[in-house]
């Protein structure tokens, strides 16, 4: 496929996956609010749709950033990881730090890979301001020869694995993780951590089956 209709579908899809899904979950709230009686739950609603509208705002002003790029290095990467981290959790008064932690290679991940590392990391995001009730989170990009590893830990009250219902982020998430031979799972026995283990160098998707483990 030429380059340029590539980026046209990956654009397409972030649209899909980000604004559609925020949008989505807007239309949701705000039908539950209306109809809602209890003015304490309708006012809780409300504060949802202030959460999601602050997700927008981050989703717009990251498609524009991409699509001023032609490339992207892994310092836009973690860039983009702090500017996500602090906007969409400061929003909810929960602390956000970025650690990097080895030296990044010299192959740079390209615009295709380093979206799709950024919409991972913002699925994970996401599930923590809907679900972890945390007040802190842990953000670490950890680079060696040929693994990158991302993680995100939070101190909330962390799920039952066995009956939580997978909702459209975490599905997303299995979708992507594969496309660039990665793996991940989450850990939820003390908060949540989710990780994911990406090899390096970066890899062109294959449509490989999910490789996803929960423990």
Partial sequence: MPE???IQKMLMRELH??????A???AFSATLGRNEADLQKKDEWLDKLQVLAAEA?????ELMNALECTSMEWTDVIDALRRISSKVLGEQDITARVHVEGSWPTEEPGLLAGMSLIRMARECISNVVQHACADQVDITAYFSKDLFKLSISD???GFDLNTVRRGRGFNRLG??????QG???IDSADGTRIIIDIPLPLQAATGNTTKESIK
């Fill in 57 to 61: 705002s981050v989703e717009v002003r």
């Fill in 24 to 26: 989505t979950n807007m």
């Fill in 4 to 6: 340029a209709q590539t």
């Fill in 155 to 157: 101190n909330g009250c």
């Fill in 175 to 180: 979708k992507r993780v594969p496309e660039l």
């Fill in 183 to 185: 793996s991940w799972h």
């Fill in 17 to 22: 996956d980000g604004m559609g899904g925020i």
